[in-house]
């Protein structure tokens, strides 16, 4: 899949990972998760005592921002030694030397990431390093990436630009069963306040509900197979 450009945005708990991951090993091609590249900031701010808190309360008031712990958070992302791997089967993310692949996944990340991803300057490191692993990979063997601004800001021009949607209780389910590793009545319901919440500060930096001109749209409510054959079957029209 040589030169292929596949990019999928979507909310969390749409299932895009998996279903970026499997595609991409089936295409032979690279994958990259750029959520990674926000928890791994979000990580290394909250190691360093950056107060996430703060900017996080400035910013959800209208005009305000604490420019101090932005700015903070800016020369982090600037200088920070980050990694993450590209191979489908063995996603990782190392930064400073230590395998956070696991850490950025707590909640705790989930609960302080949009503090980070809200601020415009880390968004032009990150996507600067996003663009350059993308064309990286593509010229190797081809790329699935995902995130929430991929068919919008980071990569317009791929051949295949995807949104994926899926029914709100199954997501709210996926979640559930990603955090509380149930997804029963009460799970849901705990899980409702933090995907409710992290979409509305998300959609703050990114339009990821409603699809952009000539980007298709995926449903991914169905089974993990299903999917993977629709996205397949976009990738394919494009090789
Ligand atoms: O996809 P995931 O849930 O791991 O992303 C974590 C966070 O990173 C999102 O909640 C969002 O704040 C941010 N993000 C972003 N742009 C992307 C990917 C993720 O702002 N392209």
Do not use: M
């Not at 705790?108 to 600067?128: D, F, Q, Y």
């Not at 295949?160 to 209780?169: A, F, G």
């Amino acid at each position: 899949a040589r030169g292929l450009v596949v990019v999928v945005d979507g909310p969390s708990g749409s299932g895009k990972s998996t279903l970026c991951r499997r595609t991409a090993a089936a295409l032979g091609a690279g994958y990259l998760d750029t959520g990674a590249y926000y928890r791994a900031v979000c990580w290394a701010a909250l190691e360093d005592g950056v107060d996430l808190a703060a900017a996080a309360a400035a910013s959800s008031t209208p005009g305000g921002r604490d420019h101090g712990s932005d700015e903070a958070v800016a020369s982090l992302a600037r200088g920070l030694d980050l990694r993450v791997g590209t191979d489908p089967e063995r996603p990782y993310v190392i930064v400073r030397g230590t395998d956070v692949t696991a850490a950025i996944r707590e909640s705790r990340i989930s609960a302080a990431v949009s503090a980070v991803a809200t601020n415009l300057e880390v968004r032009a490191e990150l996507i600067a390093r996003q663009r350059a692993a993308i064309a990286v990979q593509a010229a190797e063997r081809g790329v699935v990436a995902e995130g929430r601004d991929l068919t919008t800001v980071v990569a317009p021009d791929a051949a295949v630009r995807v949104l994926v949607v899926v029914d709100e209780q199954r997501r709210l389910a996926r979640r559930a069963l990603e955090l509380h590793g149930t997804s029963d009545e009460a799970a849901v319901e705990r899980t409702r306040d933090e995907v409710v919440r992290r979409d509305r500060d998300d959609s703050t930096v990114a339009s990821f509900t409603e699809a952009a001109d000539g980007v298709a749209v995926l449903d991914n409510s169905g089974t993990l197979e299903e999917g993977v054959e629709a996205l397949l079957a976009l990738a394919a029209a494009a090789l």
